[in-house]
């Protein structure tokens, strides 16, 4: 780190290391099916973006800001929480940096993050620790003790260190794209790849077809409405399902509950009587 960048930086080493011990320690306790890690996430950087906004209406946007979905891993994922630290000091220190590009460095950056320390650190560390602790264990040896103690110890000296990486990885790598102009593709390209993984995912999940078939005068088989869609555009139904809910979700952006039980509703009511 320059002079320049350590005369511009308002969080201590101690401010770092206390957002990674609330983080250590609450990363999966308030997870939930909504936001995932986001609460925690928020509560992780509380006092550091107190300290970074002292105006309140500022605050409330940054609390706002990094409580959003968010599920990583929380050893090796703690790397993208310390860039999200450094991005909002950059921010509170007068830099240009949007919310669209937080939310995009978070989104692009907590899957792979995950699938590295959730194959590094649960399937292999935790793995190889807790077997010869077990086998002292069951020998009577008091060594099962502290072999068993390593695992957390490790991975929290680990991810400390990963997490300060990461700050400080993320001042550098933030001034670099605004002063090199690839910011606005770095939005785009995130962009399309959350649309790639959401059009997936909606065509995974999303199913829909209409039972409802006719038959002609003299005609050997029935006509099967869901066929001749098929015919025309295979998927055509969940597409359109998809379509209204986004256009609901665009008007009314935070009436999800209402949305879920109409969706039911209607479930229920076509398939009784044999429309769907």
Same mark, same amino acid.
């Given at each position: ?19 990674? =011990?609330?983080?250590? /320690? ?74 669209? @590009?937080?939310?995009?460095? =978070? ?20 793995? +190889? ?30 991810? =400390? ?39 997936? /995912? ?22 099967? +409405?869901?066929?001749? +869609?098929?015919? @025309? ?11 209204? @809910? ?21 479930? +229920? ?8």
């Amino acid at each position: 780190m320059t002079e320049e960048e350590k005369s511009q930086q308002i969080l201590t080493k101690k401010d770092i290391n206390n957002a990674w =011990r609330t983080w250590w /320690l609450y990363a999966e306790v308030q997870s939930n099916n909504v936001v995932f890690q986001g609460l925690s996430h928020m509560l992780s950087l509380m006092d550091s973006l107190r300290k970074l906004y002292p105006d309140d209406d500022d605050y409330r946007e940054a609390l706002k800001r990094n409580s959003q979905f968010y599920n990583t891993e929380g050893t090796i994922g703690a790397v993208v929480n310390g860039m999200t630290l450094s991005m909002e000091e950059e921010r509170a220190t007068g830099e240009n940096v949007p919310d669209e @590009v937080m939310y995009s460095m =978070r989104t692009a950056l907590m899957g792979p993050m995950a699938g590295i320390g959730d194959s590094l650190v649960w399937g292999t560390c935790k793995t +190889i620790s807790l077997s010869i602790a077990t086998t002292f264990a069951l020998s009577g040896n008091l060594l099962a003790v502290p072999v068993a103690l390593m695992f957390p110890l490790v991975t929290y000296f680990i991810g =400390r260190w990963l997490y300060g990486l990461g700050y400080d990885l993320g001042r550098t790598a933030v001034m670099n794209m605004l002063k090199s102009g690839i910011m606005d593709k770095i939005i785009m390209a995130c962009g399309m790849l959350g649309l790639m993984v959401m059009g997936a /995912l909606s065509a995974e999940n999303v199913a829909l077809e209409i039972a409802t078939e006719f038959t002609l005068e003299n005609a050997a088989d029935p006509i099967s +409405i869901q066929g001749m +869609i098929d015919a @025309v555009a295979p998927g055509l139904l969940p597409l359109a399902v998809i379509g209204l @809910v986004y256009l609901y979700l665009k008007k009314h952006n935070n009436k999800y509950g209402l949305l879920i039980l109409a969706i039911i509703a209607l479930s +229920i009511v076509a398939s009784f009587f044999g429309i769907v």
